[in-house]
């Protein structure tokens, strides 16, 4: 059975960088897409960016994220990262990284594994 684990969660303030890393291990059936979410307080649990495991490694990102995380991968490490810069108080939320089935959407569709999530916290 797959497993996904988080690390890198923590309290930094307005404008700082935090890089979450998520890492696989086990057996992990039939990835396409590798994505990360986050969950704030009362809201829903929702997606930030995903990366496509294909050759080319087709990047998207919610607009709320846009130009200030980056999200990439090692598949040698079975790791998938996401660095975030210019860290703003509404980024904060439990983080979760994800495998996909299908389509590499900004969506929860088809999502096969969840990690346990990390803490991100942005307050001065």
């Known amino acids: 059975q797959g497993q996904l684990v988080e690390s890198g969660g923590g309290s930094v303030q307005p404008g700082g960088s935090l890089r979450l890393t998520c890492t696989a291990s086990?057996?992990?059936?039939?990835?396409?897409?590798m994505a990360w979410f986050r969950q704030a307080p009362g809201k829903e649990r929702e997606a930030v960016a995903t990366?496509?495991?294909?050759?080319?490694?087709?990047?998207t990102y919610a607009d709320s994220v846009e130009g200030r995380f980056t999200i990439s991968r090692d598949n040698g490490k079975k790791t998938l990262y996401l660095r975030m810069t210019d860290l703003i108080p509404e980024d904060t939320a439990m983080y979760y990284c994800?495998?996909?089935?299908?389509?590499?959407?900004?969506?929860?569709?088809?999502?096969?594994?969840w990690g346990q999530g990390t803490q991100v916290t942005v307050s001065s």
């Open positions: 994800a495998v996909k089935h299908t389509a590499c959407a900004l969506n929860a569709d088809s999502v096969a594994y």
């Open positions: 086990g057996s992990i059936y039939s990835p396409n897409c």
């Open positions: 990366i496509s495991l294909s050759p080319g490694s087709i990047v």
